[in-house]
């Protein structure tokens, strides 16, 4: 059977064309999040999709994994966009980004899985469904270690003075920052988690610095304090994410220094989903 499969976060979708495990055709795009974009940009995009695919006639069954789709009403939205854009389609089945997480790295096993990109969550699995869920609550109420947050913190840090003066200019230098232009970007321009988490890069080139590893061990300290020992923590823990795979030797200190056992840690889920 031939299937489209999608993961998708705020930032971008990952779209995938297979058929028995083999990827036949690879698309990205923007991300879709139902809470962020309207039912028309959404649609727009993935209209834009259905004209990139070379087996079109081929697909009957859809499978959408993405960022605000746990939710009814948000699910609906993607699916119609889905059903409208590729007609032929007789299966279209729609569910949030944890879950494709989570069967991405348990594949079939029990574990818990946490996503850590430019927003977090995490849950447990019992090998074929989602068992127990911490809220995320979004980078404002929540998303402990995401990019948003680990975004926020350094520029609060920066601007509050809470990092060397050295590493204050550098990071002012290199975005080109001020605190009018960060507060035009983060409080009235659209997407403000994104425009937090593309300022991640900073502390990957700094990571040695003790000010940016103690930022980050403290960051994944409070993602793993406040959301996965809510879970069986004699499970692995399992991680994917553009955050998870880049400072994965920081987030398996922080797992490892609560007694937590590293399992999977991938930069995308999209191999798992298509196995």
């Not at 060397?164 to 975005?175: Q, V």
């Not at 994965?248 to 922080?254: Q, R, V």
Request: net charge negative.
């Amino acid at each position: 059977m031939t299937k489209l499969i999608a993961d998708s976060g705020s930032t971008k979708t990952d779209w995938c064309v297979c058929n028995q495990g083999a990827i036949l055709q690879r698309i990205q795009t923007q991300g879709i999040n139902p809470f962020h974009q309207s039912p028309e940009d959404i649609a727009s995009i993935i209209r834009d999709v259905a004209t990139q695919l070379t087996e079109t006639s081929a697909i009957h069954h859809v499978e959408f994994y993405g960022a605000g789709c746990a939710l009814p009403d948000k699910k609906a939205i993607v699916a119609e966009a889905l059903q409208k854009a590729l007609p032929e389609c007789t299966n279209i089945y729609v569910s949030s980004d944890l879950e494709g997480a989570a069967r991405a790295v348990c594949q079939s096993e029990a574990g818990i899985a946490c996503i850590l990109g430019t927003g977090s969550n995490s849950c447990q699995f019992d090998g074929q469904r989602i068992v127990a869920n911490t809220p995320c609550l979004g980078y404002i109420l929540g998303d402990e270690g995401s990019g948003a947050v680990l975004g926020r913190t350094l520029a609060s840090n920066c601007f509050k003075g809470q990092l060397p003066p050295h590493l204050c200019k550098a990071f002012l230098t290199e975005y080109n920052l001020d605190q009018a232009t960060l507060l035009e970007r983060v409080y009235r321009q659209p997407l403000a988690n994104r425009f937090l988490a593309s300022l991640t890069p900073f502390l990957s080139k700094y990571r040695e610095e003790p000010a940016i590893h103690a930022l980050l061990i403290e960051e994944f300290t409070r993602f793993l304090s406040r959301n996965v020992l809510a879970y069986d923590t004699t499970l692995p823990v399992h991680f994917v994410g553009s955050i998870a795979y880049y400072f994965s030797d920081e987030l398996t200190e922080a797992t490892n220094a609560l007694g937590l056992t590293v399992g999977r840690i991938l930069r995308a889920p999209m191999e798992g989903l298509a196995q």
